[in-house]
């Protein structure tokens, strides 16, 4: 296929045997389109980072939940975790098993903490107060204990996840609490795990933090060490978003060496004997999803062109919240590449000024009628969805290994939104 705008999903063929039209008049919009092949070929890279028989690939599932993506990631070798019931739930349904999760968690409460516990889940807690209602629930049981590196990275401030003006994790400083706690109630400490942020393209952030970690609890914890079988570097890992510009990938060959190296070092000083985990979650799924939308309306208000569309931050709320870029494609019945371009801002049907999905960009002139594409949507896409405006949320299509689609998520319908009220009759 070529249309108006689709080098990016042209080059890798990610619509398989089908093309985004034919999608649309089987599935409908909005709709998240997956590529099996590219989810498979992201496994494949992450866990070739390093050959130390004990890494680790903990595909951390919020990024995407659906058991379809989630089998696929577990055929391929990589562990899960989960940071509610329902993660914990779903993953199950996938076919992971207590050996190839971690319940890495913050801020919960008891029932939650057994529910984990009930399923054989190493749980991962992240507060000293945490810590204790943790020994009143699982007395002798093994822990893992988040710890804040003081080093923080990410696109966004509300995506940093260490260092002190973030929520998470134990402060480097508090470890008499710690160990004071783990005595008091027969805890035995099995792990650690840091998680610095989101989308870092560039590495050495990560390998800083991962270093932090390794330095303390060699010089920390090392009486401790023969206990813990857990290491967890945590997730971030970047992916280009501007692809139309040409935007580099994260090298991962160069990554993989460093960190290789450092961990084998590490082994080598130390004796460790345990698991390290990397825990990427969008690295596994962002670039396997493209969401469909259409067209239905464009107008010029003053200066301002926009085009309105299906695709309110009800179904991707990246740009909204986080003011996100996502590359966008154009798809059209007979359409041709177009290289002129005009300013155009593509927004949603919600009712809130807010609801913009791509502000001021340089396109192809967008019609009625056309489909967009809009890429890298894969990782808190669908997840983050809402029916807000009491808007039935998605369908979901995998296109699998052969190239054909599958239907993997139905599309809400309005029974589905009113299916949980009371005393309607
Ligand atoms: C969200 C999260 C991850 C994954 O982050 P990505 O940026 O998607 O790789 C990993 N670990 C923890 C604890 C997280 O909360």
């Known amino acids: 296929m070529s249309n108006v705008r689709s080098e990016q999903t042209d080059s890798i063929g990610f619509f398989g045997r089908t093309t985004p039209l034919d999608l649309v008049k089987m599935y409908g919009t909005p709709l998240y389109v997956y590529n099996e092949n590219i989810l498979r070929q992201r496994c494949r890279e992450l866990l070739g980072l390093s050959s130390l028989p004990g890494f680790c690939v903990n595909y951390s599932a919020k990024a995407n939940t659906n058991p379809a993506l989630l089998r696929i990631i577990r055929e391929e070798g990589c562990h899960a975790d989960a940071m509610s019931p329902g993660e914990l739930h779903i993953n199950k349904l996938a076919g992971f098993t207590a050996e190839n999760l971690v319940y890495v968690c913050n801020n919960v409460s008891a029932d939650e903490m057994r529910n984990a516990v009930e399923n054989g889940l190493l749980v991962s807690v992240d507060s000293l107060s ?18 804040n590196p003081g080093i923080g990275a990410g696109h966004h401030k509300k995506v940093v996840t ?8 134990i402060d480097l400083s508090c470890m008499a609490e710690v160990r004071s706690l783990l005595n ?21 952030g990560y390998l800083d933090a991962m270093d932090v970690m390794l330095h303390f609890v060699q010089t920390e914890l090392g009486d401790l060490l023969p206990n813990i079988e857990t290491l967890d570097f945590g997730g971030g890992f970047g992916i280009p978003y501007h692809k139309y510009e040409g935007e580099a990938r994260l090298d991962m060959a160069d990554l993989g060496a460093r960190m290789h190296a450092k ?6 000083e130390t004796g460790y004997k345990g698991r390290f985990f990397i825990e990427p979650g969008r690295y596994v799924v962002a670039e396997c999803g493209v969401l469909l939308g259409s067209v239905y309306a464009t107008k010029n208000n003053g200066p301002n062109r926009y085009v309105g569309t299906d695709l309110g931050f009800n179904v991707l709320v990246r740009p909204a919240m986080y003011d996100s870029f996502h590359d966008v494609e154009i798809y059209r019945e007979n359409g041709t590449p177009d290289h002129e371009l005009t300013e155009q801002t593509i927004v949603g049907n919600i009712c809130e000024s807010g609801d913009i999905l791509a502000k001021k960009r340089q396109l192809p002139c967008i019609h009625e009628g056309d489909i967009l594409g809009i890429l890298d949507a894969g990782a808190y896409g669908f997840v983050m969805s809402s029916s807000y405006n009491q808007r039935p949320r998605a369908a979901e299509v995998l296109i699998t290994a052969d190239g054909t689609p599958k239907l993997i998520r139905r599309r809400e319908t309005l029974d589905d939104l009113t299916r949980q009220f009371v005393g309607l009759e």
């Open 263 to 268: 961990l084998a070092a590490w082994v080598k």
């Open 130 to 147: 945490q810590l204790e209602l943790y020994g009143k629930v699982n007395p002798g049981g093994k822990v893992m204990i988040r710890i």
């Open 162 to 169: 260490a260092g002190k003006e973030t929520k998470f994790g």
């Open 184 to 204: 008091q109630h027969n805890l035995t400490l099995a792990g650690l795990n840091q998680h610095i942020g989101s989308l870092f393209m560039e590495p050495n």
